[in-house]
């Protein structure tokens, strides 16, 4: 329990220092970045907008400490101010309609490529020294592609070439969006090559990962005890080797989940697919910062979620975690 | 007694030995493998295009033509873009700003990681929590997020901004490992000396600490690079970056924004995603290298296979070569087989158990014949690395690579008399045979538990694997008669092993192995973890439970006064060798190899008259490079000509008459060979 509230303080540490983050860099900007945007704009921008233009950097005559307390005050209410590129549509309404497809996607992704490559890990662990091992020269290539390229690669491949799968976007155009089989067929077909790209380039690092710890936990005694007790193959795999080396696996996955997210959301740029990152890519293209901002805090406080919750499996899995002090 | 070099021994002796030396360089060595030889070669062929290529090519890369979108030829070796400029030309011109990127932003990190992890892992306390504490919030913050809004926040989008940004969002994971790597070094023998001898701070970060973490620090800038070759691709593809200045993922951005794709342009989009993959590959082929000299373990994988175990067993079925140069025969008929008599229940004969990683193969175990009774206890002891746990391993055929048998056969007797080679039997029926007719106890109770399997489950599931036809309910009332027979009350049963005491665990380790009733458990220093009260309850339950179950017990210490108290009979063993077995009461009354005096003189008795503790002088020998002859010649304070040249076998002691087999002495000295007194003067000194 002690150790769940230390946990539970850090990572709401982590998400002040993300927030705090946000907050400083536009005043650590040098140069007169708002007249510099102004000008890009030349005019669209309505009197607020400028105004909060010049409050996301600073430039109030308030002294820093209550524009703190009044950047909190908007987080509180969810205002995370209007988006440049679509003005006016709040940044909260496009994170709103960006975030399921990410959510969907990433998401699902993410945990499939950890469940597969640490079940793979695990299995060429155990066959270490055989023909398995081929596996690892391939894998370690996989985990070098730069995301985005490989997506290149198979919207190359299986969309333009062989035609079996569409060439962007997250949902065929005219198909009203809800929970008909026609949508949902549609939004399931749109996933797959991006789903194909982040799975695979994902892939091979958890499942390096899981080989060295199978292999490390596999010279423990008590792997060696299970053998001689006569367990069957599949018990001493799972229960004893797999299970013990998946432990440090689930806290890399948290400790990496930043990493791998933040170069899976690219992704999306190769596909036009209609999430965050996408729309991440768009706000850089048009140096939309409030939008960038945005998106920003919206990951990390998804990823700091993700991280509560491998947590809480750890603790599940590992009873030495669980003993009260 | 150091159980560690006994452990090292087991894994690797090589690995002792390279580390012994303090070659804080060693881990260079791992650059040998032909796989790390390949990452380094193709990382040498980059870093040349990097350096060289821009100076040889003459197209420029930024010139504009009207050969537009031409696939590749030998004019354009990577076809050429939408607007005609060529590809190859980008590519060259790129390598140099994508490895720049990547190998300056991964030295500023590398430098960032190692200060922060040295500091916290050197100061500990508040400086350490506050470090971590940043540390792990940079690793959370996802990376890319973090890299884009930063800069976006830059005036300039040059490739020195780019690079600072990078390693400011890459420090973190290698300071997280560098600080656990201080850490642990911190509390080493050497870096306390450093300390009490007044050596500053500075110097001892920098003199001791630091030069023991190049692996590391090698490893961590490695993948820093690939991370930050990563990330540059990506913040340039996003364009984020002067994507005029070529690197592989400003190609890519004007690749995606010139829509490569639609025209079909896979020449264009293809070569700077596969040279970062590429690139990447060889960097972690070379970390590969440097991993497995950090942890040994995964360079051991390798050999690990079932190949090897099988090519050791046939080779068994093979006539037997003699190994070594000269070696007395046994003149007398029988040798050790006089001792057998009707009740024996195991006999090990010519045993011998190699290490085959290092470039010659060590004998671990050496011609090592040994015999058991039943209900009797057989005691082995000799010091760390004298191969006494690569027996008892052997005898249960659980050694592990490097380890493998090479000769020598192991006969079981079963109850009705027949035999059984167990170095013979299958896979499935040794898997049959083990638990059920012989069961071993490990050194470690802590480490031989499933840390996160209820021990209950643990001492079941052994049941559940031999007994398949008990219910649930038979083997939850077999579990709690093993647990009242070892003196653990029931309700511990659901407890994991983290909740019970260092005793307690050794008890659920002997109710495992007594799970199924064996006739023999092999007890590899059961008791050496444990402090001397619990010790002595433990070795009282052993002998309490072998003389109500009557099982026989090989038993495996370093503690020769245990040894005495508990064996019916006695062997020692140096450098892999049996030197001497008899008979408890008559090897503590008489003990005739020089090696066992050595031993029991090292220590004093409790009841005997007072006597001068004498010891061994010098160290156990290296098993690699055995002194010629007699192994213990160089420490044995009665050598003489004859042991430099002749190596001793084990004798039956021609002194002793023939009362009963139990008295029967045997010892591999010459000095007690009537053949070799050229020398008497000694050895009659030692008769005194």
Redesign the interface.
Known sequence: MKAFLRRGL??L??AW??IT??FL??R????DPVSRMLARFHGQLGPNAVFALRKLFGQTSDNIWVQYVDYWNRLFHGDFGVSFTSYPTPVTTIIGQGLPWTLGLIGVCTVLSFVIGTALGALV?WK???WV?SF??VT??L????Y???G??V??IFA??LHWFPLSGGYTPGIQPGWSPEFVGSVVQHAILPSLAIIVSSIGYWLLGMR?MM??TL????V?????????KR?VLT??AG??AL?PSLAGF??S???I???S??TE??FNYPGIGYA??QA??G?D?PL??G??FI??IA??AA?LVADFLYVI????TR?EA | MSTTTLAEVDVDPSETAARGKGAKFAWISGFRSPKTIVGIVIVVFFALVAIFGPLLVTTDPSAVSFNVLLPPSAKHLLGTTHTGQDIFAQMVVGARISMLVGFVAAVLATLLSLIIGLAAGYLGGIPDELLSLVSNIFLVIPTLPLVVILAGALPSTGSLSITIVISITAWAWGARVLRAQTLSLRKRDFVEAARATGESTFRIIFREILPNQTAIVAATFLSTVIGAILTQASLAFLGLTDVTEWSWGGILYWAQNSSALSFGAWWWFVPPGLCIALLGTALSLINFGIDEFINPRLRLAGIATKKGAKKALTRLQAPKQPIRGPRRQARRTGGLGSFTRGDVILEVKNLTVDYTSASAPVHAVDDVSLTLRRGQVLGIAGESGSGKSTLAYAITRLHRPPAEITGGELIYTNRDGSTVDILKLTDRELTDFRWEELSIVFQSAMNALNPILRVGAQIEDAIAAHRPDMDAQGRSDRVRELMGLVGISIDRVSAYPHELSGGMRQRVMIAIALALDPEIIVMDEPTTALDVVIQRQIVEKIMELKDRLGFSVIFITHDLSMLIELSDEIAIMYAGRIVEVGSAQEFYRNPKHPYSQGLLGSFPTLSGPKKVLTGIVGAPPDLRSLPSGCPFRTRCPHAFDACATIEPVLLPLPTVEVPSANELRSVSCHLYDPELTRVPALAEGVAK
């Open positions: 850090f990572y540490i982590t220092a993300a983050l946000n860099l536009p650590l900007i040098p140069g662990g270490r020294g055989t091992d690892i020269p370690t290539f985990t070098s592609i730069p985005f390229w490989f290149l690669i919207v190359y333009l070439q060295n292999i490390t010279s423990e005694d008590y060696l005890l299970a053998q001689a007790k006569g367990l069957s018990r229960t004893y299970r013990n432990l948290a400790l989940l930043g990493f997210v933040g170069g959301i690219i740029v190769v991440l890519f850089v293209q140096q910062y960038m901002q998106i920003f990951i990390t990823v700091l991280n899995l590992d009873p030495r003993q």
